[in-house]
């Protein structure tokens, strides 16, 4: 490497002579510092040290005479490589910190995701083309997050020969990861494109074909381009291939959503309608969304400079990356009212199944378990309450006066049923 290095100095000098005094080209055993004027000349730590921080800087002073700056103790030209190594062991300690953090976000947004997707498979009232989009959207965050917590093991377990190899699990799970990611994006994007043509051009067509937002969803064919090459960092230019896309998904759902605020808040101004009501619900949690999800690539978009400025950025990051699974859970299913008329409905049921009320009344009759049938339409409100009237009929006044508080309480409970089932889904 020396002799490298002292060959390029004759290359550069028989072009360009130096001008006044400066430091001769030299080798200090680590890197090649060129020809350089007085002062202080930089160049990154190099990665050939795995105690050593490539995104750290090493320093080289060139004195005003001409000759490279001598350690005091030494007496010999130094180097300041100390910046490479001193904070490796708060790297560390912080990188593992951030991968618990990120196993902690993704395995509550697969727990929380699964929990969606039955409860929207369970309850056919829930079911249409809507909550189609939604399961496909939590399926694309829970393989992602399946990806992310295998990808960032395998990482961690195999950190001191993965940046230096091209394995076949290295490039399969940087694939599966870059795509899963890609398709949350882009499934998001198709509930924008539902939502624009339901309330824009849903005079122009009928029902929709799912078909087409499914091939938009898992369709990202160019997140294959990593195979070329194991991405796993993103100091490359090349990952804008993949971010690229990203960028205009959001961008477009964003214009897209907004349109329709626009057309809603003008129908709600002339008709206050209560259909443009629940559609201004459902465009607001998707509105909401898009900066959650995308908050790692509007508002971090660079990765700033200094240790304390990158671990507060690479901190926030994480928590927007790895928790999105949970906020789509959370402001899709778990806030969404039908769901929650469904399970309450339900939650109802059983009780009165069970013979069991809210208030700690006593069991009900067999003869209501046996004749009793809860459905989860309204249609079954008036024999329900006919069915749940008959055990008091059969019994005598006295008994039923004797249970007065135990009726009350029975009637009470039904007409909080009642009130449920009528509810619209």
């Not at 010999?76 to 953090?101: D, G, H, P």
């Not at 209560?274 to 509105?287: D, F, G, I, N, P």
């Not at 790692?296 to 978009?301: A, L, R, T, V």
Request: aromatic share 14%.
């Amino acid at each position: 490497m020396s002799s490298v290095c002292m060959l390029s100095k004759f290359n550069v000098m028989s072009m360009l002579p130096p001008v006044g005094p400066y430091c001769n080209r030299t080798w200090d055993g680590w890197l090649c510092w060129g020809d350089s004027a007085p002062g202080t000349v930089i160049q990154m730590c190099p990665l050939y040290f795995q105690d050593f921080d490539p995104a750290e800087r090493v320093t080289k002073v060139c004195n005003p005479d001409g000759q490279w700056f001598h350690h005091p103790e030494s007496n010999r030209v130094w180097t300041n490589y100390t910046q490479c190594s001193a904070y490796m062991k708060e790297k560390i300690k912080f990188a593992i910190s951030l991968y618990y953090l990120a196993v902690v976000g993704h395995g509550l947004s697969i727990v929380s995701l699964i929990i969606c997707l039955i409860i929207f498979s369970y309850f056919k009232s829930l079911s249409c083309q809507r909550i189609s989009l939604h399961k496909n959207m939590f399926m694309s965050f829970i393989l992602n997050s399946i990806f992310t917590i295998m990808w960032l093991s395998y990482n961690m377990v195999n950190n001191q020969a993965m940046p230096s190899s091209n394995l076949v699990s290295c490039k399969l799970l940087s694939v599966l990861v870059q795509y899963t990611s890609t398709s949350t994006y882009f499934w998001m994007l198709c509930e924008g494109i539902y939502l624009h043509t339901l309330i824009i051009v849903a005079v122009f067509v009928g029902e929709q074909q799912l078909f087409w937002y499914y091939t938009l969803g898992w369709g990202e064919f160019f997140s294959f381009l990593v195979w070329f090459r194991c991405w796993i960092s993103a100091n490359t230019q090349l990952v804008y291939i993949i971010h690229g896309p990203i960028y205009a998904a959001l961008v477009v759902n964003f214009f897209f959503l907004l349109n329709i605020v626009r057309v809603l808040i003008t129908k709600l101004k002339q008709t206050h309608c209560a259909e443009s009501t629940a559609y201004m619900k459902a465009v607001r949690a998707t509105l909401i969304l898009i900066p959650l999800l995308g908050a790692q690539y509007i508002f971090f978009p660079w990765r700033p400079e200094g240790y304390i400025s990158r671990s507060i950025h690479d901190f926030f990051v994480n928590i927007f990356s790895h928790f999105q699974g949970l906020l789509v859970a959370i402001i899709f299913c778990f806030c969404n009212t039908e769901a929650q008329a469904a399970l309450q409905r339900k939650w109802v049921q059983w009780k009165i199944a069970w013979g069991k009320t809210s208030w700690g009344g006593t069991p009900i009759t067999n003869h209501y378990h046996t004749n009793s049938s809860i459905t989860e339409t309204s249609r079954a409100t008036i024999n329900l309450e006919q069915v749940s009237l008959a055990p008091c009929e059969q019994n005598s006044e006295k008994t039923c006066g004797q249970k007065n508080n135990s009726n009350m309480c029975n009637n009470r409970e039904l007409d909080m049923l009642n009130k449920m089932e009528t509810t619209k889904i």
